[in-house]
């Protein structure tokens, strides 16, 4: 009777065991060389490997950011050597725990806090690189401006006004005149454009970060993996899980620059 229980609780578990290692990762990004054992090169953005299949990090360095419908987005760094090791070793033992998310606030106050958590240290700007102020926070009609305030070339101090309706533009030749260079940035929101000749510090902080542009088709590529890995989940929790990956990579990104790219690449309509 009991050899009967035993055989019963193995025939039931073994499918679950096995249903365990099935899980499918698709590949984002490699930093550094991440060989695939099994196939003999190395991992390539869009791989899809199982939790079974052993992988090599060439350095210490080296990292992958791999995700999966059921686990999500995880990140592998800091592998000591160069033994293989299967992917579910690598996950239970070197993942870096993705930031987690901040809910959604209302109110002038929560709006102008977040604003300003968000452009700050380095700011990814996508696109046209503008962002929507809300109107219901920011009256920016005239006289009101947005200005920016920087060092240029020379070490002479530069101001510039970058508010272009109800919205701020932070591209390069926006802010610089130039696409060959960049710097940090303090962007100050006044309500009468005569008090931007103040001292810069004077008015309302937006931000102070350093702007940032990458090479977009190849973002684009990697955040294709993360919608048609998650695609079956809301459009919502897909945008989050696309802004922490940004963020993981390439630093802060605000949210109506976010949403105008993704719409505009018709990655993810509203």
């Known amino acids: 009777m009991r050899f009967k229980s035993v055989f019963i609780v193995l025939l039931f578990w073994q499918p679950l065991a096995s249903a365990q290692t099935d899980e499918t990762f698709r590949v984002i990004t490699v930093s550094g060389t991440v060989e695939h054992v099994k196939l003999n090169r190395p991992l390539q953005l869009g791989d899809r490997i199982q939790l ?64 300003n958590e968000t452009l700050r240290d380095t700011v990814l700007l996508l696109g046209d690189a503008k962002i929507t102020l809300r109107a219901e926070y920011v009256n920016l009609n005239p006289p009101a401006v947005v200005m920016a305030y920087y060092k240029g070339r020379d070490g002479k101090a530069v101001d510039k006004i970058v508010s272009l309706g109800q919205s701020v533009c932070l591209n390069q ?26 001292l810069p510090g004077s008015g309302e902080l937006i931000g102070y970060f350093f702007p940032r542009y990458v090479d977009e088709i190849q973002l684009e590529k990697e955040v294709h993996i993360i919608t048609e890995t998650l695609q079956d989940r809301p459009g919502n929790d897909i945008r989050m899980e696309i802004k922490k990956y940004i963020k993981s990579r390439l630093g802060n990104v605000e949210d109506s620059n976010l949403d105008a790219w993704l719409g505009n690449r018709k990655i993810l309509l509203p």
Do not use: H, M
């Not at 033994?83 to 106050?109: C, Y």
């Open 52 to 115: 079974t299949d052993p992988l090599t990090f060439r350095s210490k360095s080296a990292y992958a950011i791999v995700i999966s419908p059921k686990t999500g987005r995880k990140t592998i760094r800091g592998v000591p050597d160069t033994s293989p090791r299967e992917l579910k070793v690598l996950l239970e033992s070197f993942f870096k725990a993705d930031e987690r998310s901040t809910a959604s606030r209302g109110g002038k106050n929560e709006y102008w806090g977040e604003l």
């Open 173 to 198: 030749l926006c802010l610089f005149g130039s696409a060959d260079f960049t710097t940090k940035v303090l962007v100050e929101y006044y309500p009468q454009e005569k008090g931007s000749s103040d």
